[in-house]
């Protein structure tokens, strides 16, 4: 099941900016998104927790974010981001996406997890990070990462799209 309201026992941080960079890092996954989702669910079929076909291409695209990121190739990290995602990137911080992507203070995400998909959405957990991913006809693009769970919430995440 796609975990967008943790449990009150899964560890998280506080809302708000928790320490992060001003602005975005502040950020909740908003209603939107939770409603985009549940709506991506309906439309697939999935009720709980439906692994489909292409989990592998989902956490491939996941990986090649976060080693991106930690190699501080922003060009790269960029060229996996789902456009909505990159524009609003762009438009929040100000600087070009290869930029701005590298300023958000995003950490290593750890060894991959497990890997959900839902449709054309997914949700691939590392140690240390979770992403959430949208297919798109060129692939999977990561939407969301650097996403915490907050207990009663959904999830805090650093880099965003709407």
Sequence with gaps: MLELYPDRNSPGRSPGNAGGPVGYASRVLSPRAFRLVIA?????????????????????????????????DGARACAVLAPGTRSELEQSEGKKCSEAVLSLGLHPAGAPGRTRVF??????????????????????????AGCKPVPGHPYDCLLQGG
């Design 119 to 144: 449709g054309t959405a997914a949700q691939v957990k590392f140690t240390s990070d979770t992403m959430f991913l949208g297919r798109f006809r060129s692939g999977w693009r990561v939407v969301a």
């Design 40 to 72: 991506l669910l309906a439309v697939t079929g999935c009720a709980v927790g439906c692994a489909a076909p292409g989990s592998s291409a989902a956490q491939q695209a996941a990986v090649a974010f976060t080693r991106a990121v930690t190699a501080k």
